[in-house]
């Protein structure tokens, strides 16, 4: 009872957890529950995660007709989803059986065409099929009898019992271990003693050297085979393992089904020729390739195989054979011709061959090639007669005629062959290597118009790749007349300029320079007024043309384009460099007419002057220049003028006016501070220092200049606070603060300097120019970690390249050195310092030839930058050192030595 009340009727304890126990019989059936209770399915099996336990939730209820009518109604409604859906779902049902069949074809379905073919086969076929046979238990009936176990030397020291000198006489007939007869026991000699294995081991050794010597020449005496490596030639010969002895068991069982399946095959026999001399049967593939010519003597390749595998005394024979066999192959006679070793044998071979397959261009182009001129000339004249079509015989006919026989030749050659071509380009450079220009050009256009009519396509690249051949061969006009004639060729109007652009591009990569200067002639004489693609002629006339060419362009180029000041300035220069002053001086005055105002113009006049020491000219000029430009590069020429010619106070006076003109170029402020520096007026170039750095505060130049004045007159403190003043106003900086990190070095504070870049490297962490000192400022042991991060943060920027270099040679690392100095050049051909530091490491360890490649490359750069090259280039005394005179002086004044 619980809480003293009676339990209800019909309650048992623990029944809502499954509890059947501790009933009697007279209350067994309350006890089990109901009906439906006991009927439900609980199993895990009948479980689903998505629709829970299987059955019905009204399976105890009554079916009446209400239920049997709304099943029927269902029912009803399935199978008319059903029947709507049915068609789409059988052809759906069909395509993936498709699919799986071709994906996944029965082993019937593969071999049903082969079925099919049977048919064919006949009945003389069918009976040279080979017989299927039980290999694989006939090789394990084979391995099981080949087991053997090697018997031990004791075994062998026991066996030994009575001496046994001599062989009976059955012995002697049956080799004394046969058995003459069934029943009858095979005699065992017996040995006294004991049996001595390294006696008979030196008797085989002995063995082997009588057969050595046996194999010796009895003519000259010396030994063909060689005693030390003959047992290795011998296991060169045998397949390296066992599994390569058996797969040339099995290879060589299946060709021998193939031969008897089908004896006409050649392929068969030649590949079992070559198994058995991979094998190292060699008379063994002789003999199967002999068949094999019996089989199928009609069979080139058999016969070319058998050939090869005899040796030169027998392969006549075989040839001979193959010839008789098979008289109109070209491959056999041609080999024929190969084995005879003297000259006349030759031609007397292919000369029958020809008689009997006269239409082979092959052999007469395999005969020629042994004739002397005159001869080979009369044998075209016959080969053009029985191939007519052969525009390789024609050409050469043509090649060894004269002049006028050539041209009856070619001719004779376009009626034969009227869509080739190769006989009108051949045609055109015979016209230009007779002196007949003129005649070129009517020729390619008439040979097009012709092609054209037989029906011909005009290739565009084909011809333009013709005429790289010509240009390579000398003929210029044919070239320049094939590339006039098809460059329009298939090209939209719209894409005319830069197709044309690829195409002159792409014959200066192949060498065919008279090919790119017709692509521009014919793009100029289109474009007549584009500036950029004269520009783009006069620079490949320039690079690949000569002077008279080049000169002739220029003038062209200025009647068509005379705002284009580059152009005037080329042309000047081009006639300055060839020592035409007075050519160059008209060309700049006719340039003045055309730009009156130009800048670029006014300079190249003074400095024609200059350099051709017409200083009073140059003065006259510039004075002009000032009054119709008042350019701050006109002041800083006049400046520079008088500086250079030693006249301080006229240019000091002058950057005055020229301040005035214009207060805010950093340059004059620069200039008049080192023209008074090296009057030695060092306090009144402090004071123009600090206007301007007032005037031009973001200008690092002028704070650089002032810095480097006071550490000149050992004002450390001074020098530091200006660059302190100059990283404030110029902040991320490497310049300035490498200056910072020199002034603490010159100044003897190594600490303070390692401070000072240890705060450069956090405000400027990918500045090479910093990375390249902090190398060397590292203790020796360390410098090549301090290179390595050096080249994962910068590894373009050329200082620290240089610095690499530079640390390679200290090692005496010189090739490794040359590659570095090398990559620096490459990355950035404008670094004058790297250029200088590169020769002068030639000097100390290269050739003369290393070292003229070096300046030749740095003349043709013209570097301009670089801290010591401009500062050796920039002083007055080197104002007109140019080319390697400044490269030799920079060299002396750069330092690779690394302390």
Known sequence: AFLGQPAPPGYVPGLGRGAQGFTTRSDIGPA???????????????????????????NSGNYDAEDREADKVYDAIDERQDERRREHREKREREELEKFRKERPKIQQQFSDLKRELSAVSAEEWDNLPEVADIGKKNKRAKRME????????????????????????????????????GTQTLMPTYSGDLDLGEIGRARNTMMGVKLDQASDS??????????????????LMPSSGADIGDMKKGRQLLAAVRKANPNHPPSWIASARLEEQDGRLQAARNIIFKGTEKCPKSEDVWLEAVRLQPPSNAKAIVAQAVSANPSSVQLWIKAAELETELKSKRRALRKALETVPDSVKLWKAAVELERPEDACVLLGRAVECCPTSTELWLALAHLETYDNARKVLNNARKAVPTERQIWIAGARLEESAGHPANVERIINTGIASLKSNGVEINREHWLKDAVVC??????????????AVLRVNVDEEDQKETWLDDAAGFVDDGAYNCARAVYAEALSTYQSNEDLWLQAAFFEREHGTPESLETHLKQAVNYCPRAETLWLMGAKSAWLNGDVVAARRILQAAFKSNPNSEEIW??????????NEYDRARKLLEKARE?????RVWMKSVRLEWVLGALEPALAM??????????????????????????????????????????PHDIDVWRGAAQLECRQEN?????ALLERARTKNPKTPELWLDSVRVERAAGNKQAANSVMAQAMQDVPAAGILWAEAIFMQPRPQRKTKSVDALKKCENSPHVLLALAKLFLSDRKISKARNWFNRTIKLDPDFGDAWAAYYKFELQNGTDEQQEDVAKHCVTAEPRHGEVWQSVAKHPENWRKRGKELLVLVAKAVDITVS
């Open 32 to 58: 089990r529950g109901d009906k439906k209770g006991a009927e439900e399915n609980l199993n895990d099996t009948n479980y689903d995660e998505f629709s829970g336990y299987g059955g019905s939730l009204f």
């Open 147 to 182: 087991r053997m176990t090697p018997a031990p030397d004791s075994f062998m020291g026991t066996s030994s019992g009575s001496q046994h000198t001599q062989l009976d006489t059955r012995q002697q007939k049956y080799g004394g271990l046969q058995t003459p007869m069934p």
């Open 219 to 236: 003519v000259t005496g010396q030994t063909v085979v060689d005693p030390k490596g003959y047992l290795t030639d011998l296991n060169s």
């Open 471 to 484: 240009d390579k061969g000398g003929s210029t006009v044919t070239c320049q007349t094939i590339v006039r």
């Open 603 to 612: 300079l190249a006049a003074i400095t024609l002057e200059s350099e051709n």
């Open 628 to 632: 119709n430009t008042n350019t701050a």
């Open 655 to 696: 950057l005055e006016e020229a301040l005035k003109q214009h207060p805010d170029n950093y340059k004059f402020y620069l200039m008049k501070g080192q023209i008074l520096e090296q009057l030695g007026k060092t306090a009144d170039a402090r004071e123009v220092y600090a206007v301007g750095m007032k005037q031009t």
């Open 716 to 720: 450390f403190t001074r020098a530091r």
